[in-house]
């Protein structure tokens, strides 16, 4: 028969065990919380060479809040611009449910020094979710500055803004397209009917002389030739430019092309009957 000193021992040493037993247990029970279900999140944002569309992306594919698989519209996101001298007027919205990119046109006023910022931002805290309905933080933001565009775009003159060389030639309107990729369309008219389509590329720069900008074209249709001038930018109602160039190569008697020193009228034998206003127009 045991004695009771040794049961005592026996019974101590269980209880140790069962102690031990309980505490792993308890310690395999502890476990780490699952990470906190988060919304979408901004990622990259580009603008387009002529300040037109602005493209956000997003960690994941993005719904309209409230609605079901609707793509973000307009009332999503919040869009303002602040700085320099351009305004924003307008935006709309191009998105497909579900995407991860989300394409902003902004339509502006007023010309831009590059100054401008552009700020994108969830309407509210619901506005915009993921395919779990989610939302994203009202937090989250983005920015990107305009670009100062310089003569990209497209340009019009008629009537007395077209310079008095080109009446002497009896034309009555003058098109010029300027594009992101560096190549150019020259469009001209007179009331008969004819119309004079030139075309190449172009290089533009911002000269010492403030105000005045220097360009030069290097025209490939119909014929070859180089044109050289300069133009300026002003800021009213509607985007206007003053314009002068002068065709370099091959040369023509009598004829230099003006300087940002020279101003506009320097174009040798020609003089200030050389110059000329074009408003910038939108068009798709």
């Known amino acids: 028969m045991n004695s009771p000193k040794k049961s005592i021992q026996t019974i101590f040493f269980l209880i140790s065990i069962l ?26 944002i580009n603008i387009s060479g002529d300040n037109k569309q602005v493209s956000v992306g997003f960690t994941e594919g993005v719904y309209k809040g409230g609605f079901l698989n609707q793509p973000i519209s307009a009332g999503e996101l919040t869009v303002s611009l602040q700085g320099g001298q351009a305004l924003l007027d307008s935006f709309n919205i191009v998105h497909v449910a579900g995407d991860t990119l989300v394409h902003i046109r902004l339509f502006t006023s007023g010309f831009p020094t590059g100054e401008e910022q552009i ?26 500055n305009l670009s100062d565009i310089g003569i990209i775009g497209n340009w019009v003159s008629t009537g007395e803004n077209l310079s008095p060389v080109y009446q002497q030639f009896g034309f009555d309107s003058i098109y010029m397209q300027y594009r992101v990729d560096g190549s150019y369309t020259f469009e001209s008219f007179t009331p008969g009917g004819i119309h004079n389509t030139l075309s190449g590329t172009y290089s533009q720069s911002i000269s010492s002389v403030a105000g005045i900008r220097q360009i030069t074209l290097n025209q490939l249709l119909p014929v070859s030739a ?3 001038g300069i133009f300026s930018l002003q800021a009213s109602a509607t985007i206007f430019m003053n314009y002068e160039t002068v065709q370099t190569e091959p040369a023509v008697a009598g004829l230099t092309p003006p300087t940002p020193e020279g101003g506009f009228g ?7 009957d050389n110059t000329q206003v074009f408003l910038r127009v939108e068009a798709d």
């Open 226 to 228: 180089v044109i050289s």
């Open 19 to 44: 102690i031990f037993v309980f505490s792993c247990n308890k310690k395999d029970d502890i476990v780490d919380p699952p990470p906190g279900k988060t919304g979408p999140e901004f990622t990259t």
């Open 119 to 144: 700020k994108i931002s969830p309407a509210n805290a619901t506005a915009v979710v993921n395919s779990a309905a989610i939302p994203m933080k009202v937090t989250e933001q983005l920015t990107i």
């Open 266 to 272: 320097s174009s040798g034998l020609l003089g200030s």
